[in-house]
């Protein structure tokens, strides 16, 4: 019972978030404080951006960039079995997931992959590392065009969304800009930046909880809460648990199926079945700056714990796999 409880126990950062949406919930900013933290908050997301470039190592990308074949396995799974996983969902857009939610759900699908807990769970589970390194990124970085292209195929305008190819100046100017930036500086930076790596993980934390509380007050004052019902808010996290319970499975078939080593496999299950909420949520706050943002980050709030905790048992059982001791239902190829 201690371990399956310290397995499923939410991490320190999840507490934080409900806690987050919680102070919005009682205490929303509004007029020219609420304007205030938006533009602090914008300073905060270019700054997270130019510290991922400044902790990009040079050597990793052209490492990782010979393995082409793994790189298209990832980038497919992560920009269109999603999206297609995403409008298998639409008959539940209505009778039980609200219209923002919905949209919601497609944003998550649309979403790049993870950067820090990909590669992590890669070097747990004994994997690939230099490509998850890679793949991770590179994922990361086509979002910032990826995203918002899909979104304008997959939803329109439903949403509040802005106009796609205006969303990818804006979204290149506050993320992609900032990230070229610190990679370009890294010969000059990279020291300092390694030796404040623990300090900086709680930069990024600190930047998504500033724009969930910005996006949850926002959307508070709105009404947010009268027009989400209980039943579409368990509807969303549903939904989030299908997906991960369709797509880590498929993606693990695929890999085999397509004949690549137990190495490679590991960064595309990890890679290709997880979702970022570091860049999901500031691409949000751009794309959907005139609609519900509130209720359309929830669904990828939601897939952020699960997947967190699906893939901590996956890791394991791969690393067991590895020593020689395989756990239930993994292949001890």
């Known amino acids: 019972m201690t371990s399956w409880w310290s397995r499923l126990r939410p991490d320190n950062f999840t507490l934080a978030l409900l806690a987050t949406v919680a102070l919005a919930t009682v205490l929303p900013m509004t007029g020219a404080a609420a304007h205030g933290l938006d533009r602090f908050t ?18 990793s990308i052209i490492a990782g960039m010979l393995h082409w074949r793994l790189h298209l396995v990832i980038l497919a799974c992560t920009f269109v079995l999603f999206p297609l996983l995403g409008l298998a969902f639409k008959p539940l857009a209505g009778p039980v997931l609200t219209p923002d939610l919905y949209i919601g759900v497609l944003f998550l699908c649309a979403l790049p992959s993870t950067v820090q807990s990909s590669i992590a769970f890669t070097s747990m589970a004994g994997g690939n590392v230099p ?17 918002p292209l899909l979104m304008g195929l997959l939803a329109g305008s439903q949403g509040g969304m802005a106009d796609p190819l205006h969303a990818v100046g804006s979204i290149m100017l506050q993320l992609l800009v900032p990230f070229i930036a ?13 030796r404040q ?11 998504v909880l500033l724009v969930v509380y910005g996006a949850f007050g926002e959307s ?21 648990v299908v997906l991960l319970a369709i797509a880590m499975p498929g993606i693990t078939w695929l890999a085999r199926r ?4 137990r190495e ?3 960064p595309i299950v990890f890679c290709g079945s997880k979702k970022s909420l570091a860049t999901g949520v500031p691409i949000a706050k751009v794309l959907f700056a005139g609609g519900s943002l ?3 980050v929830l669904p990828i709030m939601i897939y952020h714990q699960i997947q967190l905790i699906v893939c901590a048992m996956v890791a394991q059982r791969y690393a067991r796999s590895a020593a020689g001791k395989p756990g239930p239902g993994t292949s001890n190829r």
């Open 197 to 207: 790596r623990a300090l900086l993980r709680y930069t990024d934390q600190g930047t």
């Open 264 to 266: 490679d496999e590991i």
């Open 258 to 261: 397509l004949g690549f080593s």
């Open 42 to 59: 914008d300073l905060a997301i270019a700054a997270l951006f130019f510290l991922h470039g400044a902790r990009l190592p040079r050597e």
């Open 182 to 194: 610190g990679h370009l500086l890294r010969p000059w930076i990279a020291r300092w930046v390694e």
């Open 131 to 147: 490509a998850a390194v890679c793949a991770a990124s590179l994922s990361s970085i086509l979002g910032v065009f990826l995203t």
């Open 220 to 240: 508070v004052v709105e009404g947010l809460w009268h027009k989400t019902p209980v039943g579409s808010l368990l509807a969303a996290a549903l939904v989030a």
């Open 294 to 296: 509130g209720a359309i």
